[in-house]
């Protein structure tokens, strides 16, 4: 069973010991008299100062794209006030593997240093993983796809439900469901929030448009003409299928509180979005999965054998 008593603490709870405050420390690793940088403590973990030629990148990292610019200034920073917070890492086949932090090495490198700081942790495959997505989604300048992408690895790899990824990062569930929405945009279109092509109210627009060639000549109509946001949710609602929708859909009916809640029970029992849909006489219980990893912890949470 998870312990969700650590959701919303970031990386301090997943780290399960002291924060890591941002701390100055010298862009060049201070040995005495030439002589090795300090040890770790005895169990293994601690600040110690790491060369980068050690450290290798996460292979749970989400961020797919890391602006040369944005690096550069870091490294200028760097030159100027040394690493002002130390990389996170774990020792694995005689190398340093980066948990959070990929960034700062990279443009410590950039600045010419031969060895970083780095906080020394053990920890094993999973909660590298969650440490590293949270890390992450608590940065502001993951592009929006790599946020969705990321939340849905956090997801998959917990079995969580949309509202326990939100709150183990500090974020509203409506923000969340907006994120993983992007991941049903063709990839055409995909490149286009991640580029900064279009935003993610552009976005959200397109995913009202439910014809797949419709809306990705919206897609092209925007960053060919530059429309706005309310311009395309106007193009959006004008659509044929939009139109054909009745006034008083069921989609916009406020739910029962009563299955609002139950809709919440369940979702948190078997760790994923569940939605229920009532009417007079009977209706529907959709269970959302996103691999078939979490479709057998489902199967398993329901008691049923897969």
């Keep these: 069973m998870r312990d969700n008593r ?18 100055a420390v010298e862009a060049a690793p201070p040995p005495a008299n030439g002589g090795p940088p300090p040890s770790p403590a005895r ?40 690493v002002l917070q130390p990389i996170i890492a774990r020792r694995r086949d005689g ?12 443009a410590a490198r950039l600045a010419g240093l031969d ?57 509203g569930r409506p923000t969340v469901a907006n994120m993983l929405r992007l991941l ?12 900064g092509a279009i935003t993610m109210g552009h976005a959200r627009a397109l995913l009202a448009v439910t014809n797949p060639a419709a809306r990705l000549a919206l897609m092209k109509r925007i960053v060919a003409e530059d429309l706005s946001v309310r311009a395309v949710e106007k ?28 809709e919440k029970k369940l979702s948190h029992h078997l760790g994923t979005k569940v939605e229920i849909e009532a009417g007079k006489s009977g209706g529907t219980i959709s269970i959302r999965y996103y691999s078939n990893a979490q479709f057998g912890e489902v199967m398993r949470r329901m008691g049923v054998k897969a």
């Design 43 to 82: 169990n293994g973990e601690g600040l110690i100062y790491a060369l980068v030629d050690e450290l290798r990148p996460n292979p749970h990292q989400p961020r797919t794209v890391f602006d040369e610019q944005d690096l550069q200034s870091l490294a200028d920073s760097i030159r100027s006030s040394g």
């Design 6 to 23: 650590r959701l919303g603490l970031g990386l301090d709870a997943l780290l399960g010991g002291g924060s890591v405050e941002p701390v």
């Design 95 to 106: 190398m340093m593997e980066i948990v959070a932090g990929e960034r700062r090495l990279r």
């Design 115 to 171: 060895r970083v700081p780095v906080v020394v942790r053990n920890v094993d495959d999973h909660a590298m993983l969650q440490m590293a997505l949270i890390e992450n989604l608590q940065r502001r300048d993951l592009n929006p796809l790599e946020k969705a992408r990321a939340f849905r690895q956090l997801m998959q790899a917990n079995a969580w439900s949309q509202d326990e990824a939100a709150h183990a990062v500090g974020l």
């Design 235 to 262: 193009l959006a609602a004008a659509q044929p299928e939009a139109r054909s929708k009745p006034r008083g859909a069921k989609f916009n009916a406020k739910k029962d509180p009563h299955v609002a809640d139950l």
């Design 184 to 195: 049903e945009l063709p990839t055409e279109a995909q490149e286009a929030v991640a580029s």
